[in-house]
């Protein structure tokens, strides 16, 4: 629900900067920013609890890296995010 809320922030964002809605744009980034924050904070805890490690088998190994990649992935679009905000 996170992703694909953020996924609506920052449309909304993209559509008001087009429409030269200055207010909507920024408050649209600013909400797509703490949820990706969010959603890191969560892929965190999931990894801090998690009963298996990357050494565990192929399942650990898949998981591990799907979401690592995928979490590079928010990072790297927050940070861009919060430079271009």
Avoid: N, P, W
């Amino acid at each position: 629900m996170i992703l694909l809320s953020s996924g609506a922030t920052i449309t909304y964002a993209h559509h008001a900067l087009i429409k030269g809605e200055r207010e909507g744009a920024l408050y649209g980034s600013i909400a797509t920013i703490l949820l990706a924050i969010i959603f890191t904070g969560f892929q965190g805890v999931e990894y801090s609890v998690s009963s298996f490690t990357i050494s565990d088998g192929a399942f650990g190994t898949c998981f591990f890296f799907s979401t690592g990649f995928h979490g590079i992935h928010v990072i790297i679009g927050t940070i861009f995010l919060a430079v271009a905000l």
